[in-house]
């Protein structure tokens, strides 16, 4: 059975979709032949693809802000190529710390005002200022959230259809999207006889927003009750967090959705810590997807799953 690895990206400006795969392959595969080297032919061999919305991204934010969609490739490609001179070893706190700029705004941005779901919930100007983009995915005026979950629906269901062996990688509202279309295809009629057995074999979150309470309270099949809340076709679940990532502060997702191995729904559900070293934009910025692909855990993560 083929082996397949969806990703799907997170909020935010984003380059054009090739080259935002290029920088996703490059991190991780980067990271497996750096720790784990007996399985770099097997990430050869396994189909890439990712669900790409950041032309949708674009689109909203530059309405939303009057300004142009920046070019940042070379910024993210140095960022990558920084983060390959770090030895596995390496990539814990005393690196962190000493990051250029390094990131303790993020953690006194967070404490000050608790959580993006509180800015979500209470409705505060800095939610449009820090994440316009998940407020809009909620928007029920807006078709935003259904134009990205149709794209999520798509390539996942033609990779059901053909009998994948999927691992699915998700950044910050990437997670958002992955969770609501994983529930809407194990839950709902118009799909559960047709994939409801069909299985995620493994799916990793990296810096997802899903542990705050209001952020819960939006995603799809919260208002059910039982097993029925949650999707039943994730096989196994890790959530990568990032120290300073504002986007998931609150961090550990296994106290939150123990529900769904009680139920049997999944096999397990595990955090991991980790520091992200990135830079961007010459800050440290513990958001970053590329620092979260190239990071220890994921790499081995992925490998263990290859």
């Not at 390539?155 to 059901?160: G, I, K, N, R, V």
Request: glycine share 6%; net charge neutral.
């Amino acid at each position: 059975m083929e082996k397949t690895i969806l990703m799907v990206h997170g909020r935010h400006w984003k380059p054009v979709k090739d080259q935002l795969l290029d920088l996703w392959v490059d991190a991780m595969r980067f990271g497996i032949s750096r720790d784990r080297p007996e399985k770099l032919a097997a990430f050869d061999a396994a189909k890439k693809m990712m669900v790409y919305y950041g032309d949708l991204s674009n689109e909203f934010l530059a309405r939303k802000t009057g300004k142009p969609v920046p070019n940042r490739v070379s910024d993210r490609r140095l960022s990558l190529e920084r983060l390959k001179r770090y030895r596995a070893e390496e990539f814990g706190e005393l690196a962190y710390e000493m990051l250029p700029g390094q990131s303790k705004w993020n953690d006194a941005l967070a404490r000050s005002v608790g959580s993006l779901a509180k800015l979500l919930r209470l409705g505060r100007p800095a939610i449009e200022l820090y994440a316009p983009d998940i407020r809009e995915y909620w928007n029920q005026d807006s078709e935003f959230g259904t134009e990205l979950r149709a794209r999520m629906l798509d390539a996942l269901t033609s990779l059901l259809h053909d009998d994948e062996t999927l691992c699915v990688i998700s950044h910050s509202l990437g997670a958002i999207i992955c969770y609501d279309i994983f529930w809407k295809l194990s839950r709902t009629g118009e799909y559960m006889h047709r994939f409801g057995s069909r299985k995620i074999d493994f799916w990793i979150t990296l810096g997802a927003p899903l542990a705050d309470s209001a952020i819960r309270k939006n995603l799809k099949g919260f208002h059910a009750f039982g097993p029925r809340r949650y999707p039943s076709n994730v096989r196994q679940w890790l959530n990568i967090w990032a120290v300073d990532d504002y986007l998931c502060h609150e961090e550990e997702l296994s106290a939150d959705f123990h529900d769904m191995v009680e139920y049997g729904l999944t096999e397990e559900i595990a955090d991991r810590k980790i520091y992200n070293l990135s830079v961007r934009n010459g800050k440290s910025n513990p958001h970053c997807s590329v620092g979260y692909l190239i990071h220890p855990e994921t790499a081995r993560a992925v490998a263990d799953w290859l």
